[in-house]
């Protein structure tokens, strides 16, 4: 049972790790930029769902608006910002990174914003699901309705984007607009525009987990830097350019930390993530998932 237990503890975390790690994914798919800066729009658009929950009351209607607004926050940036550093960055030179330093500093912008307009108390977005474990028998398992819930919404949109991006005409562009922009160009795709939509897709990932986890934890300017840390371990384990890599490297790192978690100690936890990492990337450079020679559709 101890066994059990520890994998399901490392399941309902690794689903987290998951969300993050597609939000990364969807930008590195879309403009070939590691988003530093995804925590802090995560933890704004929570912001904004524990204010229209406060409204009206129900966590469920609070979701759609977090949504929402984190894919339009996501949007912003890349107009306003990372548009501008994307033109003036240049293969080979300084610039090329400008875009990603750019990130970190937005990250703690969002931080100074958010904790002056809400203050750095811890408050509570609550759900409405239990947050006990089910019971077997006589035992609790730690898997309560609100980890399960967690789980089905890192499935579904883990879904609903592979579907994107392998079946549409949208997710065609996403990736042409990506690898080869100025081509998409030529082909009549209008790759600012496409890119910003990635960006969406990417904040919209990201509120799903911040509205998710919060009712897990607490809510706070800083409250999902640690999950922005063990999403892009996460992103990496499984492949940059692989949304079911994404998903699968955070059920991987989940369940790793539980298990360290339970049978060495939290000492290690933390550095534990790295190590995962150094193995993984020893064995497979590009990650699980990660092509060799090109990039993978899912």
Known sequence: MLFIDTLLIGLSSGAIYALMALALVLVWRSTRVVNFAQAGQAILSTYLGYEVMNMTHNYWVSIPFAILGGAAIAAFVDGVIMR???????????????????????????????????????????????????????????????????????????????????????????????????????????????????????????????????????LSPNSLD??????????????????????????????????????IGTSVTFSAAFIILILVLFMRPRGILGSKGGRRDA
């Not at 579904?156 to 690898?179: D, Q």
């Not at 063990?230 to 384990?237: L, M």
């Not at 998903?247 to 360290?260: P, R």
């Open 84 to 218: 501008a550093l994307v033109k003036r960055s240049h293969k080979g030179s300084v610039s090329e990174i400008a875009p990603v330093i750019a990130t970190l500093g937005l990250l703690g912008l969002i931080r100074s914003l958010t904790g002056m307009i809400w203050g750095n108390a811890y408050l509570q977005y609550t759900s409405p699901l239990s947050g006990k474990g089910y019971m077997i028998g006589q035992h609790t398992i730690p898997f309560s309705p609100q980890n399960l819930i967690i789980v089905i919404g890192a499935l579904l949109v883990m879904g609903v984007f592979a579907a994107i991006f392998k079946f549409t005409n949208l997710g065609l562009a996403l990736r042409a607009a990506s690898f080869q922009p100025e081509i998409s160009r030529l082909a009549g795709i209008r790759v600012d525009r496409i890119r910003t939509i990635g960006w969406a897709f990417a904040g919209a990932a990201g509120a799903v987990a911040g509205a998710l986890v919060t009712p897990t934890t607490y």
């Open 226 to 263: 640690l999950l922005l840390v063990s999403g892009f371990v996460a992103a990496v384990i499984g492949g940059l350019d692989s949304l079911i890599g994404a998903v699968l490297g955070g059920l991987l790192l989940g369940v790793g930390f539980a298990f360290i978690l339970q049978y």
